[in-house]
């Protein structure tokens, strides 16, 4: 599968806790009804087994396979090859982006987190096909996650990448906040909790769109 900078347009982020209400299948089913152009499976802290979480990721491997959506897999590297992911994302504290890409080969995906220019470059040095950047906003969906350091830190870092370095925002980013992080550089949005927890998620999906194609008409 050929991955885009269109591939990161809307790029849906979700595990089994990030639905506690829903069957995650369901929701990511309904996510894509809604448009989604990219999907993350990051199963964290969520109390599923091992064996749970593979037969979960093969449910959402298969139906994103389906709609040619890009499957990739959060974190774990050796995930991501049991489910034949279409890539691997991870962050500065997981394992280091050139090894990811030495195990994962030269044909799948490789997403890296970052939060400033020289993590960016670091990142693309490695084998990075894209970045994400954050967190935007505030947001309760990654604990972790830090403070936020706005769209103002794609500007930041996309003026020290080449031309056509792919990055996508993520952290708390709602329809209306997402014109805004488009507008800062940003190739796309990640969003987990804004389509994972409404309560009709292809609805919430189209949401984003509207805004977001409606930015760039202005």
């Known amino acids: 599968m050929t991955f885009t900078r269109d591939n990161l347009y809307l790029y849906f982020i979700m595990g089994s806790q990030d639905c506690p209400n829903h069957n995650p299948v369901e929701v990511l089913k309904q996510a894509i009804q809604g ?10 802290n969520s109390g599923l087994n091992m064996r749970e979480t593979v037969r979960l990721g093969k449910e959402l491997r298969n139906i994103c396979r389906q709609h040619k959506i890009p499957f990739i897999v959060n974190d774990r590297v050796d995930l991501a090859l049991i489910l034949e992911a279409t890539g691997v994302h991870v962050g ?23 939060e400033t220019p020289e993590e960016a470059k670091h990142a693309f040095a490695d084998g990075a096909d894209y970045i994400g950047v954050g ?9 972790d996650a830090g ?5 103002a830190a ?4 996309r003026n020290h990448l080449p031309f056509g370095s792919l990055i996508v925002g993520i952290g708390g980013i709602t329809p209306k906040r997402a014109p ?8 796309g949005v990640a969003v987990i909790s804004a389509i994972s927890k409404d309560k009709q998620p292809a609805h919430a999906a189209q949401a984003f769109l509207q805004t977001m194609r409606n930015s760039t008409k202005l």
Do not use: H, N, W
């Not at 989604?36 to 990051?42: A, G, K, L, S, V």
């Not at 403070?147 to 769209?151: H, K």
């Open 180 to 187: 805004d992080v488009l507008a800062a550089g940003a190739d």
């Open 35 to 44: 448009g989604i152009t990219c999907f993350q499976y990051r199963e964290k």
């Open 92 to 114: 500065q504290e997981d394992l280091p982006a050139a090894e990811v890409r030495r195990i994962i080969g030269p044909s799948r995906i490789l997403g890296v987190s970052a």
């Open 135 to 143: 967190p935007m906003f505030s947001t309760s969906s990654k604990p």
């Open 147 to 151: 403070q936020p350091i706005g769209p």
């Open 154 to 157: 794609i500007s930041r870092i």
